[in-house]
């Protein structure tokens, strides 16, 4: 109940200091503002957690039995940790609607509500039944359902007015390269829900309350 205290120190990874202004690349903090997105629509009668997966989205592998949108927010759906780079592997060209396939395309690990193991697919397959449901892309949907009402300064897929704070030592054979993780306009434009989005430190927080 009493106003946020703030403290920003130090700067990014090229030296640019940080503060109230700056943005973020939160991660899978994002995956906050999907299931926000889900139960607003619940909220306006559009789902019910309960649906069956098949229900929204028919021709995903995973439409089985026993899979439903609350299994798919909870990560006791069954699908793995993430679709397959084999077939799917990032190169220069990947985008949104390649990574929504690959995740239609991913069938269960093992049978639903037998195990919670986090997954980056369920929430894909949840950012796709809202697009599917408001007939929008998941980042214009986003805006409306959850970063304007909460006046959250918050993006996905859309390039931010300011340039967001580098990240130091990202671990990955993409460092340096045009296709780095987190920190080049490729990861950011690919508007993947599950780990694409920026905040500000504040949007963060409205989020999280």
């Known amino acids: 109940g ?4 703030r403290l920003f120190v130090g700067t990014d990874a090229v030296g640019i ?3 109230e202004e700056s943005i973020f690349p939160i991660s899978s903090v994002g995956k906050l503002a999907v299931a926000l997105a889900i139960l607003r629509l619940g909220d306006a009668g559009q789902l019910a957690l309960d649906d069956a997966l098949a229900h929204h989205l028919p ?3 995973a439409a089985q039995a026993d899979v439903t949108v609350r299994t798919l927010l909870n990560h006791t759906s069954g699908l793995p ?3 397959s780079r084999e077939t799917t592997p990032t190169t220069a060209d990947l985008t949104w609607a390649t990574i929504a396939q690959a995740c239609l395309q991913t069938a269960l690990d093992t049978p639903p509500g037998t195990r919670v193991a986090y997954s980056e697919v369920d929430y894909i397959l949840l950012a796709m039944i809202v697009e599917r449901l408001t007939g929008q892309r998941f980042g214009a949907a986003l805006n409306s ?3 304007e009402p909460l006046e959250c300064e918050a993006y996905l897929g859309d390039e931010p007015p300011r340039s967001p704070a580098r990240i ?4 990955s054979r993409f460092s340096g390269t045009p296709l780095e993780p987190y ?9 993947n829900p599950s780990d694409s989005m920026l905040a500000t430190a504040d ?5 999280v309350r």
Not at 2 to 5: A, D, G, L, N, R
Not at 168 to 171: E, F, G, L, N, R
Not at 183 to 191: D, I, T
Not at 203 to 207: D, S, Y
């Open 81 to 83: 940790f993430d679709y």
């Open 183 to 191: 920190n080049s306009v490729f990861h950011r434009a690919l508007a």
């Open 59 to 61: 021709d995903a592998e």
């Open 168 to 171: 130091a030592h990202v671990s």
């Open 145 to 147: 359902l959850v970063f």
């Open 2 to 5: 009493h106003p946020v205290e």
């Open 17 to 19: 200091p940080l503060n």
């Open 203 to 207: 949007g963060a927080f409205k989020l």
